[in-house]
């Protein structure tokens, strides 16, 4: 998910607020990623602003619901994680505790965000979703999150700690309140979301946007859900070969029988 620019035209700028406990978060930040690397996809042509939220903030503010709070649903959430997964060629296991309480990573995150390059931030991300997502380690515990950044961001053990400790300072916590309630704001009723500028966006489709309609703010298109981000390319004319960026199905990439287990306990 690197934030890279463009010798000749500027870059989209895509915003991405999203949480760590949101699967589809995970899933939508790594294919962002694997184009936005790649210089036969989006490389120069798409920067990504991650923006930590606060999830349950925002089903609070929107009296939207987790998926995982309604039975029915969530025997389909099991289904429909492995699916996904498997489309998007994302290793994943849904953790036994989950969903998870998020208020101390995404405050971790938030801190990240403040003092760190968006690099760092990538990496952190990157790093805190498969701890969750794919070691399915315990991230409401700050050892976790401490030892997270170390072997798999390469924060030293002091930059690490330090942020460690921000978790509880005011400005913090503020910070994400502040993202969160701006999301809410904009439109956003879960995550992932992604904000895209119309002054990005070809004349034609501009001109078709303006006679739909906007979602929150006026001269922006807001998409929701890592499913979407087919449209979303579609609508900017950018180049789109699926979820794995290859143009070749899924099915026909695998490796390996399977790389999704599905705890029975979720």
């Known amino acids: 998910m690197a934030s890279l620019t463009s010798s000749s035209t500027a870059p989209v700028l895509v915003e991405v607020f999203y949480d760590i406990g949101s699967m589809y978060s995970y899933f939508a930040?790594?294919?962002l990623h694997r184009y936005t690397s790649s210089p036969a996809?989006?490389?120069?042509?798409?920067?990504?602003?991650?923006?930590?939220?606060?999830?349950g903030g925002i089903f609070k503010a929107t009296g939207?619901?987790?998926?995982?709070?309604?039975?029915?649903?969530r025997v389909y959430v099991m289904?429909?994680?492995?699916?996904?997964?498997?489309?998007?060629?994302?290793?994943?296991?849904?953790?036994?505790?989950?969903?998870?309480n998020t208020l101390k990573v995404m405050r971790l995150l938030t801190s990240?965000?403040?003092?760190c390059t968006p690099t760092q931030l990538e990496d952190a991300t990157d790093a805190l979703?498969?701890?969750?997502?794919v070691d399915n380690d315990d991230i409401s515990e700050v050892h976790t999150l401490q030892r997270a950044l170390i072997h798999k961001a390469h924060f030293s053990p002091a930059e690490a700690e330090?942020?460690?400790?921000?978790?509880?300072?005011?400005?913090?916590?503020?910070?994400l309140r502040?993202?969160?309630?701006?999301?809410?704001?904009?439109?956003?009723?879960?995550?992932?979301t992604f904000f895209v500028k119309r002054a990005h966006f070809p004349p034609d489709v501009r001109d078709w946007m303006a006679r739909e309609g906007a979602v929150g703010e006026a001269d922006e298109e807001m998409f929701f859900g890592a499913d979407r981000i087919n449209q979303m390319a579609f609508l900017l004319r950018l180049p789109w070969k699926g979820p794995g960026g290859t143009g070749v199905e899924p099915s026909s990439q695998r490796e390996e029988p399977g790389i999704v287990e599905i705890h029975s306990r979720l």
């Open 112 to 115: 990240i965000s403040m003092s």
């Open 29 to 31: 930040c790594s294919v």
């Open 129 to 133: 979703f498969r701890t969750y997502w």
């Open 41 to 55: 996809l989006w490389r120069g042509k798409v920067q990504v602003k991650l923006r930590p939220c606060l999830i």
């Open 178 to 192: 502040k993202a969160t309630d701006e999301a809410v704001r904009r439109g956003a009723f879960g995550c992932p």
């Open 79 to 100: 289904k429909d994680t492995k699916r996904t997964a498997e489309y998007m060629r994302v290793p994943a296991k849904v953790p036994l505790n989950f969903p998870a």
């Open 64 to 73: 939207n619901q987790m998926p995982a709070a309604l039975p029915a649903r």
């Open 162 to 175: 330090a942020h460690c400790n921000a978790i509880d300072d005011p400005d913090v916590k503020k910070a």
